[in-house]
């Protein structure tokens, strides 16, 4: 468990991606997903009003209302709901069939709802406002444990945000707030922090960040960022798969596992957060949400994450040429010091 910044109470350390919950057509596929979720011991929900065809937060909030005080909740403001989010639910919930059965169009389907988002909405004091209440409309809450200014980089925040999401914190309206992006951080996040919670992609394959960052990192993306290259990896690294093995009672190659290995070296790198996962099956849900609670299955995400992590600094030391002058840190260490609150 972890304690989230500007919350009274504990959460836990793995949280539940929303982006792929759809209302209207899909809500009641979506809500079983939330309870299995919840009743696999995740009390984290990661969500935003672009998700899910913009009716993400509706199924948050109608599954988890009556729940909402054993829960922490993220949304988001920056990026607007698509229009027609029902409708196209509607067409997603047919479409979506027939695009699995095609092997190149399977990723098509997992990313309709993204797509067709608005695009960056230019944040002032009324649009922040008006989102954040939207949202705790949507929610069925009136406050969530941290709001994230959505795809936004530090330098793009100016000082009256900052006084906004400071009102909204001393209204009690949120938690905390931070910045969510979808890329990869960079170490803008951590050299100009806004807030308390800094949220990105990383996996084991990411460039390490600085440590000391002093905020709550949250981390998406382990898995599909990281998959194909791992599996390539162990397969011609005979000497860490066979350290692996011995830690696991399964083939580390197979692509099964090969999801389970990532989120451990996830969570070995982020000690002190919390990592996001998704999925649409529930059996899925409730073995991920087991992965921090497995001592052989954590250690060879520590010895994954500090193998690659050691080779990605020696890369970047060498392509940079030793002309920066670097923090002393140890491999993979960007999350070392990093706060709860």
Known sequence: MTRFPGSNIETSRIGFGCAFLVGGASAGESARLVDAAFDAGIRHFDVAPSYGLGLAEDVVGATLS??????????????????????LSVVRSTVRPLLQRVGRLRETSARIGGALASGREKLDRVILRRGLEESLRRLRTDYVDALLLHERAPHEVGAEIVESLEGFVDSGQIGSYGIGIVGPGNNDLFERPIGRIVQFASSIFSQPYAAGCGQMVIT???????????????????????????????????????????????FQENPSGIVLVSSRKVERIARYAQIPFNSGLMEAGRRIATHFGATSQSTSRALNNSEAVEKPRGPRSRFKDSATG
């Open 220 to 266: 998406h993306r382990a898995i599909m960022n990281g998959r194909l290259k791992l599996a390539r990896e162990l397969a011609d690294d005979a000497a860490l798969r066979g350290q692996v093995s011995e830690l696991v009672d399964f083939d580390p190659v197979e692509e099964e596992h090969l999801a389970d290995l990532l989120l451990a070296a996830a």
């Open 66 to 87: 009556r729940r909402r005080h054993r829960i922490t909740i993220t949304t988001k403001v920056g990026v607007p709901r698509p229009r027609w989010g029902y409708q």
